[in-house]
């Protein structure tokens, strides 16, 4: 029955069968397979952690940000790399970046410095993300439940330091690894510190498809988190992201993100980008934001990207639908040299052969020229003898004629 079956089975595939097919999807759909299987094993392990504010998921780049805050795949974004470390691997050389912005209606400045450099060994970079307000004021109810001021005030910060490093694994895989540094303040009311770990993959399925996931903030409860001056131990949520990069065409770029929380429903970020120009680019996006248990608020964003000889500027609005005071403006500039040093190594390639097709014809017409040259005092050489052998006949006749009388 079984070698029946399978003669049978072979029958139909060479058939043309449409299950002929399915080994060779399997193979290509087996990445997200993979990726799907780990995330739903997680999601046991997330529901564990507690909640803290990572200041990276306010985002990281104004392009980023104008893209709906897509930042799982990236390739070669100095940007991004902070977020997703496995986007390192493709960065061509080195560079610096930095952002700024204000939330709370100005009250809050937020900032990023950042630099990466790549190396025999992967890529390197290291980062600071951080916000600040100082002069807030402490309020509490009086006896009519108004909301009051104490006339105290503290500072509030809340700063985080990434150490990122990333590496090619092949043509298709890349993987990253990011260190986080955790510092929070309220004044003299306390303050925090710890670390966590984020761990990133991309998977370049063809030219125009490229998978990604992010997981943040994976160490374990107790290990991960922040450790507060009060005797406070507050774990940092751990946050599975999983994203792609599509190619609509050479200058049409389509984004998509899936966040995967333990205390939310999965959300969605999603962007386009166009290029009319090498150097210029328009972008719009929307998010969507957990406003808590199964329901959500979507933001919408929209900004543009100059780019001028590895020099980045880049600009971005978020419309929050939450909390309109929190609608503000994002500005990043970076500096990536790389990117020009490899186009002119593109040029000049070209230029070796034309050379060697201009010399071939030039050495031949020199070499027929050299017979025509020896050819010349050859034939000098051969006239002499002759005219001298036509002298020694015409003598001879001349001897004869005198010894004839004397007989």
């Known amino acids: 029955m079984r070698k029946q079956a399978l003669r049978h ?27 799907l299987l780990f995330l739903f094993l997680s999601q046991s392990a997330f529901a564990a952690l507690g909640s803290s504010v990572d200041p990276s998921g306010i985002g990281v780049g104004a392009r980023s940000l104008a893209l709906g805050r897509t930042s799982v795949v990236a390739p070669g974004d100095i940007n991004a790399l902070f977020i997703n470390p496995a986007n390192a691997a493709q960065l061509e050389n080195w560079g610096v970046t930095s952002m700024y912005t204000s939330l709370l209606n100005n009250s809050i400045a937020y900032n990023l410095f950042g630099a990466a450099a790549k190396t025999d060994k992967g890529v390197f ?23 009051v001021s104490t006339g105290n005030s503290f500072d509030y910060s809340n700063a985080t330091w990434i150490a990122a490093y990333g590496k090619e694994l092949s043509k298709k895989f890349s993987l990253g690894a990011s260190l986080k540094m955790f510092n929070k303040g309220f004044g003299s ?7 966590d770990l984020d761990l990133g993959f991309l998977y370049k399925q063809s030219n125009v498809l490229t998978m990604g996931l992010n997981l943040q903030n ?14 406070i131990k507050e774990d940092v949520p751990t946050v599975a992201k999983l994203g792609m990069d599509y190619m609509i065409k050479d ?32 972008r719009g996006g929307m998010e969507q934001v957990p406003t808590g248990g199964n329901t959500s608020v979507t933001n919408l964003m929209a900004g543009i990207g ?30 990536v040299p790389g990117l020009k040093v490899v186009k002119k190594a593109v040029e000049t390639k070209p230029v070796i052969p034309v050379i060697d097709k201009t010399v071939i014809p030039y050495t031949k017409g020199i070499e027929k020229a050299k017979p025509t040259v020896k050819a010349k005092p050859k034939k000098k050489a051969q006239v002499k003898p002759k005219t001298a052998l036509k002298k020694v006949k015409a003598q001879k006749p001349a001897q004869s004629k005198i010894k004839l009388p004397v007989q």
Request: aromatic letters at 12%; glycine letters at 12%.
């Open 218 to 231: 994976i160490l374990p409860q107790g290990m991960g988190g922040l450790q507060w001056t009060t005797g």
């Open 125 to 147: 970079g290291i980062s600071y993300l951080g916000g600040s307000s100082s002069g807030i004021q402490v309020t509490t109810r009086d006896a009519d439940s108004r909301v």
């Open 251 to 282: 200058n049409l770029q389509f984004l998509l993100d899936a966040d995967l929380k333990a205390t939310s429903p999965v959300t969605l970020h999603t962007g386009l980008e166009w290029k009319p120009v090498k150097s210029f680019a328009l």
């Open 9 to 35: 089975l072979g029958t139909k595939a060479s058939s043309g069968k449409w299950f002929y097919l399915i080994p060779r999807c399997l193979e290509t759909l087996k990445p997200i397979l993979v990726i």
């Open 306 to 335: 100059l780019s001028y000889g590895g020099i980045n500027f880049d600009y971005a609005y978020v419309k929050d639908g939450t909390l309109d005071v929190n609608s503000t403006h994002y500005f990043t500039l970076s500096f």
């Open 189 to 195: 009311y306390g303050s925090g510190s710890g670390f």
